[in-house]
């Protein structure tokens, strides 16, 4: 894709999705109904409010010039997850997913998948080039890793996954479609929680699987209208509202992250900084490659784990909040969740303040340690 096509595609999805005649809201209309006038055999698109809504439409069509692919939407990011799943997998199943990706994914594979007879193997992120895919139904590739910021080449694993019969899913939560193009490089399946930086506002559960193989997709949709994992109307007003800042969020977010990032580093009570832009970050170079911005997600190393809860505290514009890609910086220390990180490890979510008023408010925070 050229970038005038793709500039277009992007301002038509997050400006002008859909032409409309004069007198026309211009904002999408929030559609609330759970049923529509259906008279004799049922036809048209919208029967029932479990398969299709308007409001949904138009997110719809919005979210598919983003990915340049058909979407379905869910109700929360590991809707998306589950309904790929569920609406792919079957008893005798093996699937492999990210040792040190979301943790939640390998819950649901523990608790859900296994006693229906699929099982599942983990490999790390860094690793997943080195594995060999000979008998698995479904790869999973989470890059950047949450929250170790990991990478893979989707290219390459995509190509030898896919050429060992499986299919390959990408996590894409964290880069968004501005930031990374995963069914570009390859992959079968797109997943994402919108939750995250596509929406933006931190005020909605949202995510949408998407795909440019019908099969796969229909699955993904027909365990959607049965399963009854839908979205409401409100939500996907709100994500559709939140994605026409999309491409000014994400750019300041990136742009100021790894203004950031190179300022940490150099911080003397920072033990360590890891960032895909920063150049001696181990993937840099694949991070050029298959990225199209580095992202709004720093992570960073602090002595021990009360050093990392003073600096977090001690931050007046830096919110403490276990989510992450909202326009207000925020920051956790993962350890407290269970993933493999040092104690002291802090993911940091760069939001839109001013730059310059960010680091200021870091600097005293960790003067202070």
Request: some cysteine.
């Amino acid at each position: 894709m050229n970038p005038s096509d793709n500039d277009e595609r992007v301002a038509r999805a997050l400006h002008h999705a859909g032409v409309q005649p004069a007198g026309a809201p211009l904002t999408p209309p929030l559609v609330l109904t759970t049923a529509y006038v259906l008279p004799g055999d049922p036809a048209g698109d919208y029967q029932y409010a479990r398969w299709a809504n308007p409001t949904w439409t138009a997110l719809d069509a919005a979210l598919a010039l983003l990915e340049d692919a058909p979407v379905v939407t869910f109700p929360s990011g590991m809707a998306a997850i589950a309904a790929v799943f569920y609406g792919l997998l079957k008893a005798g199943d093996r699937i492999l997913l990210p040792a040190d990706g979301y943790y939640t994914t390998r819950i649901l594979a523990e608790r859900f998948l296994v006693p229906l007879g699929v099982a599942f193997d983990l490999v790390a992120t860094a690793a997943l080039g080195q594995k060999s895919f000979d008998g698995y139904r479904l790869v999973m590739i989470e890059t950047p890793s949450n929250p170790a910021l990991d990478l893979a080449d989707i290219r390459a694993v995509s190509a030898a996954a896919r050429a060992a019969g499986a299919i390959v899913a990408v996590d894409n939560t964290m880069m968004t479609p501005l930031g990374q193009r995963p069914l570009e490089l390859g992959a079968d399946l797109l997943v994402s929680a919108d939750t995250k930086a596509l929406n933006g506002h931190s005020d909605v559960l949202f995510g949408h699987v998407a795909s440019r193989e019908p099969k796969l997709l229909d699955a993904v949709r027909d365990w959607r209208r049965i399963a009854g994992a839908i979205p409401g109307p409100f939500e996907a007003w709100l994500v559709h509202r939140g994605i026409e800042t999309l491409e000014l969020r994400f750019a300041r977010m990136s742009e100021s992250a790894l203004a950031l990032a190179g300022r940490l580093r150099g911080h003397r009570a920072v033990r360590s900084v890891v960032y895909p832009g920063l150049p001696e970050h181990p993937a840099h170079q694949l991070a050029r490659r298959q990225m199209r911005g580095f992202g709004s997600i720093v992570g960073v190393t602090l002595a021990d784990k009360e050093a990392a809860e003073r600096f977090i505290g001690g931050c007046r514009f830096v919110r403490a909040a276990t989510s992450f890609g909202g326009l207000h910086t925020s920051a956790e220390r993962r350890a407290r969740w269970g993933d493999q990180v040092a104690d002291g490890f802090i993911r940091l979510s760069v939001g839109c303040e001013p730059l310059e008023a960010l680091w200021r408010d870091m600097q005293r925070s960790l003067d202070a340690l």
